[in-house]
């Protein structure tokens, strides 16, 4: 049983680090602006983001390593699928991230106004690269862990119900987004998100304090 502790701690932990990043909603405003690749920066908000979201695109490959020994006892499949949608989701991560330090490395080489399409452009590609890796395969991650964990029940079963719940809601409001029908930012993407935000915070603090139900692991 200690070893499984130390699993869910670790797991627990992950998925309390990969919050770190809400602050980029406020650091990234500037670099998105048309104006920023011809003005005097500042650069340091985009860094300390950049920073922020490196973290949490590790910790989500960590939650998934983490939690693999326990849960592939109750689907091997399903727990590998895990594994390879969360390394999924980190690498498209990294690839956002890239764009904005594109836009940093045009504004301080001093291209000036001929770069400001091509900054728009890759601040267009972070857009969709954050829609695709943080808005649409969180539900994936939902079902997979969601799935094992309400089968296994490691944990309390409103928790993994929650997280399916919310993949579900996601996923209806990723294709509202997708066909124009709603504002990828906007009230209503915000409410959808809250159930698997809710979900995975939940998840990390009872794995944190907690830790998986011992009667229910599987050795």
């Not at 504004?107 to 695709?132: D, I, N």
């Not at 993949?167 to 906007?186: K, N, P, Q, Y």
């Amino acid at each position: 049983m200690r070893s499984t502790r130390k699993y869910s701690r670790a797991a627990g932990l992950f998925y309390l680090a990969t919050f770190v990043s809400i602050p980029t909603l406020a650091l990234y405003r500037s670099v998105k602006s048309p104006s920023y690749v011809v003005g005097p920066g500042p650069d340091t908000p985009v860094i300390v983001g950049v920073l922020l979201e490196m973290i949490v695109a590790l910790a989500g490959i960590g939650t998934a390593v983490a939690l693999y020994p326990v849960v592939k006892r109750h689907g091997s499949a399903r727990a590998i699928g895990f594994v390879a949608s969360r390394t999924l989701e980190a690498a498209t991560i990294y690839v956002g991230i890239v764009s904005l330090m594109s836009i940093v490395t045009l504004r301080r080489s001093g291209v000036g106004s001929a770069a400001v399409a091509t900054a728009q452009g890759l601040a267009a590609q972070y857009q969709w690269t954050f829609f695709f890796a943080q808005s649409f395969i969180p539900a994936i991650n939902g079902v997979l862990l969601g799935s094992l964990l309400y089968q296994s029940g490691l944990v309390p079963r409103w928790m993994p119900v929650l997280g399916l719940v919310g993949a579900v809601a996601l996923v209806a409001t990723w294709f509202a987004v997708l066909v124009g029908i709603v504002a990828a930012v906007s009230p209503v993407a915000a409410i959808a998100a809250l159930p698997i935000a809710t979900w995975e915070f939940s998840l990390g603090v009872y794995l944190t304090f907690w830790g998986f139900r011992e009667s229910y692991v599987t050795l």
